[in-house]
DNA sequence: ACCTATCTATACCGGTGTGTATACTTGCGG
DNA sequence: CCGCAAGTATACACACCGGTATAGATAGGT
């Protein structure tokens, strides 16, 4: 049985093939690395990787659910860390603009695997579908606590912006999407 | 030399190749569709395809292009129908609503080309960037017409609601995203 | 009548990619 | 001391993909 398939903790080869993984998927696409590669570069053989994580696709989900904890963690953070539900609504465009500066250059690594993977079925599908809900969430809790009027179409609107931030940063040549985007928000908001 | 090298009109079996790759392109991804496969659903032999296109980045490129033109006029066409500048950009939201809706159950073909060809120097980005370059272009063209203060970070800021949109369509489970980035930007405009 | 462009049919080459098989080593816990 | 988990090393099966080669058919223009 797979290192995933239960949340037992990664073993030392594991953590390395995941790290490697994570880099290289990001960085030239999913497609573009094979998995003697990502072997290679974790100085590990493929059946350590094979037994270790089942399959690409299922080391492909690993890979993705790591990045998307990360990055859950790191908005939660500053949000928490912010004096009230507006800040906090403003904390999230900051964090992207500190996450995008320091390693970001290729965009949302979910909407890029969904790209790479279109079959609907695809488990990478429901893996993007939740984080763009758990987003979504953050911004409704955020806008009832404030008491803005009509909290669910505002919400929609705070998660517009920010997905276009990511977009227009890596495809769109604005490289202050985040911060346009942050005061975007700030306009949008009655204070 | 291959028919895209010059602008010379697609002789018919080039044409059929043309169509075909542009769906299979959009709905499997370009690593998710050969050449091989391409031909055969276009009813054409490989050769054909190679003698036309030469090989399959120029089949891509031409893919990108062809979805471009058709897009552009079809934004081009509902912004002149509007009554002013400030009409013509809401009427840009429309016109992605239609659009997302007659044919787009899959995300922006250039994103996703981006997503599937990492390599900058890929000639992919340059047609991406040209593209959102022109999109950045008609709303700035707009809001400088409307008169508006600040005309650049306004544009900006229509154009990250743009790209939002089209994500949060095909992956945030935002059906009517369209429509409330076209409210968005009418919160944001002043009348 | 001939030439050229277009297109069909088919076979093939080299490379790559996922995944498996086999045999051997190392280290730790009961 | 033994057994199991984790890992190395290497080879290989099988499929697919981009691209090429060769030979022939068809039709329109000069």
Not at 138 to 146: I, K, M, W
Request: net charge neutral.
């Amino acid at each position: 049985m797979s290192v995933v398939e239960q949340g037992r903790p990664l073993t030392p080869a594991a953590q390395r093939v995941l790290d490697v993984a994570g880099t290289l998927f990001y960085e030239r696409g999913i497609g573009g690395v094979g998995m003697e590669l990502i072997a290679a570069e974790a100085g590990v053989t493929k059946k350590t990787v094979y037994d270790r994580f089942g399959s690409k696709e299922a080391l492909i989900v690993a890979y993705l659910r790591t990045r998307d904890r990360r990055w859950r963690a790191f908005v939660t953070e500053r949000v928490t860390a912010a004096p009230g539900p507006r800040a906090g609504i403003l904390a999230t465009y900051e964090a992207l603009d500190t996450w995008q500066r320091r390693h970001n250059a290729r965009g949302c690594s979910m909407v890029n695997a969904c790209a790479e993977l279109p079959d609907p079925e695809h488990p990478v599908h429901r893996v993007a579908a939740e984080e763009k809900a758990w987003l979504r969430d953050v911004y409704r809790r955020l806008v009832t606590e404030a008491r803005y009027d009509d909290p669910e179409s505002l919400a929609d609107r705070l998660l517009i912006l920010h997905e276009g931030a990511i977009v227009t940063y890596s495809i769109g040549g604005l490289p202050d999407s985040a911060r346009i985007a942050r005061d975007t928000a700030d306009a949008l908001l009655p204070r």
